[in-house]
């Protein structure tokens, strides 16, 4: 991987080695420092090594997280894909943030392999499993059905998707 070095960032060796997709990271700092956008690009990598996208699995203790995460990778996606940055300005402000590049390289690398595999995630983005811990453990415990409570207190497995998984990114926490 071309790695992109960005200045004034204290961490960024660290942020550069949680990208290796051949180790598992824990990513914990305060708001606002970087760990959506870090997390973004971890999946990205992942996704560009990947058979299918369902192997990678990303969770987070909140429903927003979840979501924000999901929406930043897709656009990612979407931006690369339709080359929205295509004015002079926006390329130059693209070369001077070192993130936006390496995001945009990520994502470059994302949609070849998803054009090599077949994924179509722009079309089929349910396919990215980033989802809250309560709603990875819902689908642990119910994956082919949902628990039914009748009235009298029985629960009964009922065939068909998992509640848990039709909400999109989070599902249910």
């Known amino acids: 991987m071309n790695i992109v070095l960005q200045q004034n960032i204290p961490d960024q060796a660290e942020r550069q080695q949680a990208l290796d997709p051949w ?6 700092a305060p708001a606002g420092s970087g760990k959506t956008g870090l ?18 699995v990303a969770i987070t203790f909140t429903r927003k997280a979840a979501s924000e995460m999901k929406h930043r990778i897709l656009q990612a996606l979407r931006d690369t894909a ?6 002079a300005e926006s ?3 693209l070369l001077n943030d070192a993130y936006q590049r390496q995001l945009r390289e990520l994502a470059n690398r994302v949609l070849a392999h998803d054009q090599a595999r077949g994924w179509q995630l722009l079309q089929n983005p349910s396919r990215l499993r980033i989802q809250t811990i309560d709603s990875l453990c819902a689908w642990l415990v119910f994956p082919a ?6 009235g009298r207190g029985c629960g009964q497995i009922v065939s068909g998707s998992s509640p848990f ?7 249910r926490g």
């Open 165 to 171: 998984d039709s909400r999109g990114a989070g599902g």
């Open 82 to 87: 339709g080359d929205i940055n295509s004015d």
């Open 23 to 28: 180790h598992s990271f824990i990513v914990q």
């Open 91 to 93: 390329e130059t402000a």
């Open 39 to 56: 997390l973004t690009q971890r999946f990205l990598v992942l996704l560009a090594t990947v058979e299918e996208p369902e192997e990678i």
């Open 145 to 150: 059905g949902r628990l039914v409570i009748s």
